[in-house]
């Protein structure tokens, strides 16, 4: 399929697919692996595509980075593809460290990479794959071996089965987001670039600029759009590099230009090298002597060091800095976490998922942006009328943002295990009851709600014996509380309910008889009886005990602690906390 016939129709996919999929996808399970290459057998075909015992193969969940590595620079992994209903049924490979050959029932299927009489190859690109499979591929085994010399081997992000045109509807949902920040990106670039040419302020503009550039380049080139472009993984993992590596330069010379003395330095050194790098990494590259792959566990690690050092050397004068050079500041530290975020997923210290950081570089784009151009205006009043224009233009853009991130995103505020809402949607219904109970004047009630020593439940019955604990004691609030309530699970073994137009006298009342409820609640898991579950309360009430509806929280919460002290299985109510009862209670 062309590259740009493949853009066109996963757009049109995107503009009539609803947001569920017509045929679901299925995720790949029962991975096996071994290490090393497979043998030939007498008639010359690969040994280990035809066996069919356990012998050599080990269970894993991912096929990603098997134990013992060692000095293997081949693994063999191996399944069986699950049966479904699929018109076009594909295989979706999120990305291959390094290069591979996949099998079906024995069979060539796909081959990515080039590989030698030794099983070796060279650095092929960090692509998405998409797989055809043939009609009766259900219940067959694949087979694929992988060649890496890199730190990662085998299969890394996602790998499943689904619809041809489910998976560029897919690609294109994923990218849709990092396109239009990248072109908010290169927008940035160009303007600043244009200040920087015609201004007295070019240090500042110019290092806008480079950050911008840098970053659109980066985030577009590492979407999965940028290969239904242009099918080159190559050319597209040299820019993704290129801006990455550049990062580093633009931030420090940017924080460079607001600082002095030893910070300045230190940051000045910082970038410096940073430039050093990557002046190296590329003509080393042009020369043939590394591969992009392996320039980017040396400059993780360099990163990994320079960019908590940045945010350090940048809060050492952090009280003498203006308003907007400690939004820059709080700017780079959002960003600094998402990019060392991404990275421990790159590298496998933390678990698969896809770390938003083109948002991070978006909020570090927009401060820089609007700092420096505000620092300028006060000194070129012909820059007033493009500052004015700029600022409307990131308007538009965020506001179209906003609106595809609302559209492509799903939102859940229910708790999955108890099915009771949860603390992202207390904290907006807080807001929301607090808000109208100060406008009309009505009692808003909370009631903060604790098992007590529910951590002795998990440790002797086990975690699956406190789920059950926890999903009882959840139907029984739901049971327990009015219709207008609501009673939402904050995290482990604490609740929340909420009441509104309830009086102190009603919420102790609810309170003293949820106690005497769950006191009486007899619970069984796996034939097994459980002991007696008790809860403690605490209560608060607008305007009774507060100012303001939204201190509600923090009072029943000490409440609570009240509760607990005074030794669990009751209610208390804010009124009746003193404030010099401060011993420390155990966990539960």
Not at 133 to 140: I, R, S, T, V
Not at 457 to 479: F, I, P, Q, T
Request: charged fraction near 20%; glycine fraction near 8%; charge should be negative.
């Amino acid at each position: 399929m062309r590259p740009c016939l493949a853009l066109l129709l996963s757009l049109l996919c995107l503009l009539a697919t609803p947001v569920a999929t017509a045929s679901p996808s299925q995720p790949i399970a029962g991975w096996e692996w071994r290490w090393g290459d497979s043998p030939v057998d007498p008639s010359g075909s690969l040994a280990w595509l035809n066996e069919t015992g356990e012998a050599g193969w080990q269970a894993i969940d991912f096929p990603s980075n098997p134990p013992d590595r060692q000095n293997h620079e081949i693994l063999w992994l191996r399944t069986v593809l699950p049966a479904g209903e699929w018109r076009d049924p594909v295989l979706y490979i999120y990305s291959i460290d390094l290069i591979a050959q996949f099998y079906l029932d024995g069979k060539p299927l796909y081959q990515y990479g080039e590989f030698d009489a030794r099983g070796r190859g060279e650095f092929a690109g960090w692509p998405w794959h998409m797989i055809e499979l043939p009609d009766d591929f259900a219940g067959k085994p694949l087979h694929i071996r992988v060649f890496s010399d890199y730190t990662d081997i085998g299969l890394w992000g996602e790998a499943m089965v689904l619809d041809r045109l489910d998976l560029l509807t897919l690609v294109m949902k994923r990218s849709w987001t990092d396109v239009v920040i990248s072109a908010f990106s290169l927008l940035v670039a160009l303007l600043a670039g244009c200040f920087a040419l015609v201004g007295t302020q070019r240090h500042s503009l110019g290092a806008v600029a480079l950050f911008s550039l840098a970053a659109s380049t980066m985030i577009f080139a590492e979407t999965q759009a940028s290969q239904l472009l242009v099918n080159r993984p190559l050319i597209w993992d040299g820019l993704a590099a290129a801006g990455y590596f550049i990062l580093p330069v633009g931030i420090g010379m940017l924080l460079t230009h607001w600082m002095t003395g030893v910070p300045q330095r230190c940051v000045q050194a910082l970038w410096r090298l940073h430039l050093t790098y990557l002046l190296g990494a590329v003509g080393l590259s042009q020369l043939g002597l590394v591969t992009i792959a392996s320039t980017y566990p040396p400059f993780d690690l360099m990163l990994a060091i320079t960019l908590p050092l940045m945010l350090a050397v940048s809060a050492w004068d952090f009280s003498r800095l203006k308003g907007e050079q400690r939004w820059i500041i709080g700017s780079f530290a959002i960003m600094a976490g998402l990019l060392l975020a991404d990275m421990a997923v790159a590298h496998g210290l933390l678990a698969w998922r896809q770390v938003p950081v083109s948002l991070g570089l978006l909020v570090f784009s927009l401060t820089i942006v609007g700092v420096s151009l505000w620092d300028y205006r006060r000194t070129q009043h012909q820059l007033t009328r493009l500052h004015h224009h700029l600022e409307e233009q990131v308007r538009t853009r965020t506001v179209e943002l906003d609106h595809l991130v609302r559209k492509l995103e799903e939102f859940s505020y229910e708790d999955p295990l108890t099915g009771l809402k949860n603390r992202r949607y207390f904290d907006e219904l807080m807001q929301h009851e607090a808000t109208r109970a100060d406008r009309e004047g009505t009692p808003l009630s909370l009631i903060m709600i604790d098992l007590d020593h529910f951590k002795q439940v998990n440790d002797r019955y086990g975690h699956a014996a406190g789920d059950s604990v926890l999903m009882s004691v959840a139907e029984l609030l739901k049971d327990h509380f009015r219709h207008a309530d609501v009673v939402c699970r904050l995290g482990g073994e604490e609740f929340v309910a909420l009441l509104p137009g309830a009086t102190t006298e009603s919420a102790e009342a609810r309170a003293q008889a949820l106690v005497e409820s769950v006191r009486q609640l007899r619970m069984r898991y796996a034939e097994m009886a459980l002991p007696t579950i008790t809860l403690s309360c605490g209560v608060a009430t607008y305007p009774c005990h507060a100012r303001e509806p939204i201190a509600l929280l923090g009072l029943a919460d000490k409440a609570l602690y009240q509760a607990k002290y005074g030794g669990r299985n009751r209610s208390a109510t804010w009124s009746a906390v003193t404030l010099d009862s401060s011993p420390s209670i155990a966990s539960g």
